[in-house]
């Protein structure tokens, strides 16, 4: 499998972050880490070798980032006014210097479908709900999509603007909404085994239903926990059959 890792300086975050490349050719799918892990988690956890079969027929080509939640969220020495902050900053990250680095080591605008697991769901679902104009999809497993869940009772405007299960109901402008029901693949999965929160992906569907926003909510067994062997069994899966 080909591989390729680059680094650059963010002027958004003001610190070096990477980025692992796997493949050539095929829609993009960006990866945001679990929780304080870094760009090659995905890759440790075997979770890279699980999908290596539509990396390696071109079906996908896979941009795996690093992750500032050890600077926001899961950081307990930061007020939590400048844990909203950051991870701002990271959304801009993310549109201003991720994507386009994308489309140029692409050549091209290609599709790009987000995906990640547990904290690594929430980003991919905000950054695919917050641009639908940008992303063409995205492959939540095991998330939870009301950051009030993380920000331990802090709330404001940064907190609203990026949890999912509070702005979404309010957004009524209906071409906004378009872009997010046309020619999108939304798949929203959890286990329901140890650690899994399937009701989170329930209440987020439901959300989604009352919108008309077209996507689905993929429920896995009670032998299907908050762990690495779930995701690895479910991105594959996603990957062969939905794609």
Same mark, same amino acid.
């Given at each position: 499998m080909h591989k390729e890792i680059h680094r650059w300086w963010s002027p958004n975050l003001n610190k070096d972050?990477? #980025?692992? #490349?796997?493949?050539?050719?095929?829609?993009?799918?960006?990866?945001? *880490?679990? &929780?304080? &892990?870094?760009?090659?988690?995905?890759? !440790?956890?075997?979770?890279?070798?699980?999908?290596?079969?539509?990396?390696?027929?071109?079906?996908?080509? #896979?941009?795996?980032?690093?992750?500032? /939640?050890?600077?926001?969220?899961? /950081?307990?020495?930061?007020? *939590?006014?400048?844990? &909203? #902050? !950051?991870?701002?900053?990271? /959304?801009?990250y993310v549109i201003e210097e991720v994507v386009p680095f994308i489309h140029t080591h692409c050549r091209g605008l290609v599709p790009i479908v987000t995906t990640g697991a547990s904290l690594g769901a929430l980003h991919a679902a905000n950054s695919f709900f917050r641009r639908p104009d940008i992303f063409r999809g995205t492959i939540a497993m095991s998330g939870i999509y009301d950051l009030k869940y993380y920000s331990k009772g802090y709330y404001d405007d940064n907190c609203y603007f990026n949890s999912p299960t509070d702005y979404l109901p309010n957004i009524n402008d209906e071409q906004q909404l378009e872009q997010m029901r046309h020619n999108k693949r939304i798949l929203i999965a959890a286990g329901q085994g140890s650690y899994e929160n399937p009701d989170a992906s329930r209440y987020f569907s439901g959300i989604l239903h009352d919108k008309s926003i077209p996507h689905e909510l993929d429920l896995w067994g009670h032998d299907m926990t908050h762990d690495w062997p779930t995701w690895r069994s479910m991105l594959p899966h996603f990957l062969e059959t939905r794609f």
């Open positions: 972050m990477e #980025v692992a #490349v796997y493949g050539h050719y095929g829609f993009a799918l960006l990866m945001f *880490p679990t &929780a304080a &892990a870094d760009f090659l988690e995905y890759e !440790r956890f075997q979770l890279i070798e699980a999908i290596s079969g539509a990396i390696n027929s071109g079906k996908c080509k #896979v941009f795996s980032i690093n992750s500032i /939640n050890s600077e926001s969220w899961l /950081n307990d020495h930061m007020h *939590p006014y400048d844990k &909203a #902050v !950051r991870h701002q900053q990271y /959304n801009q």
